[in-house]
């Protein structure tokens, strides 16, 4: 399993980025993904997740209504489109395969490199 994650960078509070990441070394199609954020000091946060055919998400309550999880299931990637940016959303993201098709199922051990946002004036 390999995940390589884009589009991070520094961006004003309000501002917007959207956050990619590559997929291979399983069946894309038949993995729910997520995305995951950690900021210094703090733990790995779920931040949101998507079914393999993009019909159900999950969002944290931090990030609802400002974030949203999409995916193409040609391309094999998943995306994060992140709008009205918060200082409090700065972190390295990350993202995760599921073994299985819903959000709940087991993840693969494999981390990304992950992408610095940074949210500041």
């Known amino acids: 399993v390999q995940l390589v994650e884009s589009g991070g960078g520094l961006v004003q509070p309000g501002g917007s980025l959207r956050l990619s990441c590559a997929a291979s070394?399983?069946?894309?199609?038949?993995?729910?993904m997520s995305w995951y954020r950690q900021a210094p000091g703090k733990e790995r946060e779920l931040v949101a997740a998507?079914?393999?055919?993009?019909?159900?998400?999950n969002y944290a309550d931090s990030v609802k209504g400002r974030f949203t999880i999409s995916r193409d299931n040609v391309k094999n990637t998943v995306y994060l489109q992140m709008n009205s940016l918060k200082p409090e959303d700065t972190a390295v993201y990350f993202c995760?395969?599921?073994?299985?098709?819903?959000?709940?199922?087991?993840?693969?051990?494999?981390w990304g490199q992950g992408t610095q946002v940074t949210v500041s004036s």
């Open positions: 998507v079914t393999s055919a993009g019909g159900s998400t």
């Open positions: 070394g399983f069946t894309f199609s038949r993995s729910a």
């Open positions: 995760r395969a599921h073994i299985g098709s819903y959000y709940d199922a087991p993840v693969y051990a494999s």
